[in-house]
């Protein structure tokens, strides 16, 4: 079974910048979406931006322009480049991956810490 693993989490000040990684254990083959989502204590989890493998992207609204997920340049890899962070992005970040060979069944990293805060 596929793995993926997170790096690059941490705190930041508001207005300062991140950059989350996602690698996965072996190559993807077929269609995808790989992406990030994110969870606070007491709320669902929901997604941040995703990119497929054709390189189509979705981002939700609250990005607003701050973040840009593309792919790394390792093999099987995203980046998600997160600037002008505020407070309200503290979160856990999980990494997540659906293929179709797979019915786009979930895989999930296991998460890596965001704060924002002074």
Same mark, same amino acid.
């Given at each position: 079974?596929?793995?993926?693993?997170?790096?690059?989490?941490? *705190?930041?000040?508001?207005?300062?910048?991140?950059?989350?990684?996602?690698?996965?254990?072996?190559?993807?083959?077929? %269609?995808?979406?790989?992406?990030?989502?994110?969870?606070?204590?007491?709320?669902?989890?929901?997604?941040?931006?995703?990119?497929?493998?054709? /390189?189509?992207?979705?981002?939700?609204? %609250?990005?607003?322009?701050?973040?840009?997920?593309?792919? /790394?340049?390792?093999?099987?890899?995203?980046? *998600?480049?997160?600037?002008?962070?505020?407070?309200?992005?503290?979160?856990?970040?999980?990494?997540?991956?659906?293929?179709?060979?797979?019915?786009?069944?979930?895989?999930? /990293?296991?998460?890596?810490?965001?704060?924002?805060?002074?």
């Amino acid at each position: 079974q596929v793995q993926l693993v997170e790096s690059g989490g941490g *705190l930041v000040q508001p207005g300062g910048s991140l950059r989350l990684s996602c690698a996965a254990s072996e190559a993807i083959s077929g %269609f995808y979406y790989m992406g990030w989502y994110r969870q606070v204590p007491g709320s669902q989890r929901e997604l941040v931006a995703r990119i497929t493998s054709s /390189g189509d992207t979705d981002y939700a609204d %609250f990005t607003m322009g701050r973040f840009t997920i593309s792919r /790394g340049n390792a093999e099987n890899t995203v980046v *998600l480049q997160m600037n002008s962070l505020k407070p309200d992005d503290t979160a856990d970040y999980y990494c997540n991956l659906q293929m179709r060979a797979y019915s786009f069944r979930d895989v999930w /990293g296991q998460g890596t810490q965001v704060t924002v805060s002074s």
